[in-house]
Nanobody
Framework: QVQLVESGGGLVQAGGSLRLSCAAS??????????MAWYRQAPGKQRELVAS???????NYVDAVKGRFTISRDNAKNTVYLQMNSLKLEDTAVYYC?????????WGKGTLVTVSS
């Protein structure tokens, strides 16, 4: 069973930056064999996929964050990151780390990002 713990959220002004971290544990081979993803859920909205990264490091992004966010992984540290630059008010949300293994879907508890004007 995989456990995911997000950190790095907080209050930031529009145009600022934050780096989120997702520390994973519980997988026999660490995260090296896992695709990882970041989702977010804004107040009153459905959870949406923000970025994903394959085992080999290929990344994909939702159009709204392309050019501003970067997902990366450090398999040695069992950690996935989301570097968020040029933050906008509409980026305010709870950000969740996600992965899947053995047919199971795993989620962290989320970290809140609030972007102020």
């Amino acid at each position: 069973q995989v456990q995911l713990v997000e950190s790095g959220g907080g209050l930031v002004q529009a145009g600022g930056s934050l780096r989120l971290s997702c520390a994973a544990s519980g997988s026999i081979f660490g995260i090296s064999t896992l695709a990882m993803a970041w989702y977010r859920q804004a107040p009153g909205k459905q959870r949406e996929l923000v970025a994903s990264i394959t085992r080999t490091g290929s990344a994909n992004y939702v159009d709204a964050v392309k050019g501003r966010f970067t997902i990366s992984r450090d398999n040695a540290k069992n950690t996935v990151y989301l570097q968020m630059n040029s933050l906008k008010l509409e980026d305010t949300a709870v950000y969740y780390c996600n992965t899947g293994q053995g047919g199971m879907d795993y989620w962290g508890k989320g970290t809140l990002v609030t972007v102020s004007s």
